[in-house]
């Protein structure tokens, strides 16, 4: 297993959560991490990236001013904290990993340049 996410779970509106996904060593040095998550009857969406070398981060919309994500390099670890959560943030929520590529910011919401996925942990965010 090259990705493991953790820290899903239950919350009220309002509330925090911290997501944790583990990589190894040379995957996390290499790889550009994301996170996605996909809703009940829904698509898969893209949630926050951040980029190799500069950690450059891009956020969508929806959770930009609320969620923070970091890289952990002593870890290998990248962290989503997620502040303020609403109900529509209920979601399995995806660590991946863009390995070996050099992106552009706007690229990192592509989900299929993503080769490396975790897999999946539920938050749940009730009213």
């Known amino acids: 297993v090259q990705l493991q996410a953790s820290g899903g779970g239950v919350v009220q509106a309002g509330g925090s959560l911290r997501l944790s996904c583990a990589a190894s060593?040379?995957?996390?040095?290499?790889?550009?991490m994301g996170w996605f998550r996909q809703a009940p009857g829904k698509e898969r969406e893209f949630v926050v990236a951040?980029?190799?070398?500069?950690?450059?981060?891009v956020y969508a919309d929806s959770v930009k001013g609320r969620f923070t994500i970091s890289r952990d390099s002593a870890k290998n670890t990248v962290v989503l904290q997620m502040n303020s959560l609403k109900p529509e943030d209920t979601a399995v929520y995806y660590c991946?990993?863009?390995?070996?590529?050099?992106?552009?910011?706007?690229?990192?919401?592509?989900?299929?340049?993503?080769?490396?996925w975790g897999q999946g942990t539920l938050v749940t965010v009730s009213s």
């Open positions: 991946a990993a863009a390995t070996g590529l050099d992106l552009i910011l706007s690229s990192l919401r592509r989900g299929d340049l993503y080769d490396l």
């Open positions: 060593g040379r995957t996390f040095s290499s790889s550009t």
């Open positions: 951040i980029r190799r070398g500069d950690s450059k981060t």
